[in-house]
Every structure is written in C-alpha cells, then in structure tokens.
C-alpha cells in the first residue's frame, strides 16, 4: 500500500473515512470529554474503573462516532471490516481492559467495537490500539491510523493470546 506525498492515510483508507463522514481538522472535543466524564464516572459492580488519558480523549476527539466501512475489496488478509468509534461501547469493560492492560504493562481505555460487534477495540495510554474477542486478544498497531488501516483493508492483526 503505497502513501501519496504528504497523505496520512492510503487512497483506500481515506476513502472509507470520507464516506464515514470524517476529514482532516475534524475535532469533537466536547463529545470526547462527554465520553471521558462518562467512563470516569462508571464504576463496575465489582469496582472496577476506566482509566482516561490523552491519546483516548484525542482519539474520540478525530474518530469519534464515526462508523467507518470497509475499504473497497477483498482483504489483504482476512475480511476487512467496519469499524465503529465509540468508547462507551466498551463501557461494561472496565475488569477485561484493566486486566489486558496490566498484563501488557500500560492502561487501556474503551475506543470502540467492530461493527459486528464481534470485538471490542481499546486504545492504550501511548496510542497502541488493540481488540478483544472471543477468540482471544489482538494488537492492531501503533497508533489509530495504523489499526483502522489494519481493520478496514483486512492485514492480519498481531495475536497476542495463545
């Protein structure tokens, strides 16, 4: 996949984000701190709390409530699918995503779901992305530009649990 000069993401990529309705500038900051006072304010029945942190907040900021469609294709991989920006979708995941991220050494916080809703995305404290689901833990990339190029043009993530 090849980048244009001075593009941030690959013709296919940008595509689906233009027909999702993002474009460059694009900066939600008042639904990202609704979404960041409502994660801070949830509590799970067994104590368990959602840790906020910058690289989320701005994450959600850009992408937030976007649901973005898959890249035009078949896959590079495996099947390219939609992915859907919106951290209150793991907002029941306090427990899983505290867990995940103690054993990666860093804090996780809910980013959004698949649009299946098949696997549940987290964004960590230095901006790695990462999906859970029932077949075990996922890292999608570096930062969101790389997992949702990953997700919606079909690379195969890396698998993290056995």
Known sequence: MSM???????????????AAGWEPGRWDIQQAETWADTLR??????????????????????????????????????????????PLCGL???RTLGDLGRALGTELC?????????????????????????????????TIDVALATLVTGLRPVRLTP
């Open 110 to 142: 809910p980013l959004g779901e698949e649009a299946s809703g098949h696997a549940q995305l987290a964004i960590a404290s230095d901006g790695r992305v990462y999906a859970v689901d029932h077949t075990g833990d996922w890292y999608l990339g570096p």
């Open 92 to 94: 029941h995941l306090a």
């Open 4 to 18: 244009g000069t001075g593009t941030r993401f690959t013709v296919g990529v940008g595509s689906a984000l233009r």
């Open 41 to 86: 304010a949830y509590t799970s029945p067994a104590g368990h709390r959602h840790c906020v942190f910058p690289a989320a907040v701005e994450a959600w900021a850009e992408f937030g409530g976007l649901t973005v469609p898959p890249a035009a294709g078949p896959g590079r991989h495996i099947a390219p699918t939609a992915v859907r920006i919106d």
